[in-house]
Every structure is written in C-alpha cells, then in structure tokens.
C-alpha cells in the first residue's frame, strides 16, 4: 500500500514564499512519479506539478510555471514544492499523490485515464492578498 504524507501548508501573505514537504511509502517499483494538485473551493481538482523519480523530470501547469519548483530527494523518498510570488489565486487544499511513473503520467495527462495508487490528507494553503 502507498502511502503519502503532506506537510507544510499555512497562511501566508501575497507575494510570499512557502514550502510543502510530500513523503512516500510503499512503492514497489523504483521508477515512480510524484505530484501535487490543489482544489480550490468550488473549483474542480487541478494539477500542479509532477516530478518523475528516473531522471527528475518536471511538469508544470502553466499559472505557477516560474513561481513553482518541484523537486526530490530519492534516498528520502520526500518531493518538494517551493512556491514562490504567491498570489491569493493559488488558495486551495494541495494534494500530494504518487504511483508508478506511466500511471501518474497518465493521470497528469487525462485524470479519466488512471489514478494515483496513493494519496495524501492535503494540506491547506491559504493567501491573503
């Protein structure tokens, strides 16, 4: 069983920093992904970031692009989320997920085409303006 656990979220002011902090158990296979998504409250789920555990690929989606950077550490089995410049807009629960690489790839590209075989409580950003 994967299991995944976030930390990090709080409140902070617009134009702010804040770092969240996913750790990972569980996975079987050494070639996995790892993302974050939020849901924001009355807004549909979206994703965030994506990082691959092979060779530290990235994906972003294009409203944090240059403010967010996801990164891990693989003998930890923790992936980062440094968000910078943060904007009221980027309120939401965030969500930390992981599985195996071609299911979080699939997942990123169409959340229809597969899911994540682990998931996180979430943790709550909030951004005053």
């Known amino acids: 069983e994967v299991h995944v656990v976030e930390s990090g979220g709080e409140l902070v002011q617009a134009g702010g920093s804040l770092t969240l902090s996913c750790t990972v158990s569980?996975?079987?296979?050494?070639?996995?992904?790892v993302g974050w998504f939020r849901q924001a409250s009355g807004k549909e789920r979206e994703g965030v970031s994506m990082?691959?555990?092979?060779?530290?690929?990235?994906s972003y989606a294009g409203s944090v692009k240059g403010r967010f950077t996801i990164s891990r550490n693989t003998a930890k089995n923790t992936v980062m989320l440094q968000m910078n410049n943060l904007k009221p807009d980027d309120t939401a629960v965030y969500y930390c997920?992981?599985?195996?690489?071609?299911?979080?790839?699939?997942?990123?590209?169409?959340?229809?085409?597969?899911?994540?075989?682990?998931w996180g409580q979430g943790t709550q950003v909030t951004v005053s303006a």
């Open positions: 569980g996975l079987n296979s050494g070639d996995y992904g």
């Open positions: 997920a992981a599985g195996p690489l071609a299911q979080m790839i699939n997942f990123w590209m169409n959340p229809r085409f597969d899911t994540p075989d682990g």
């Open positions: 990082v691959s555990s092979i060779d530290g690929a990235t």
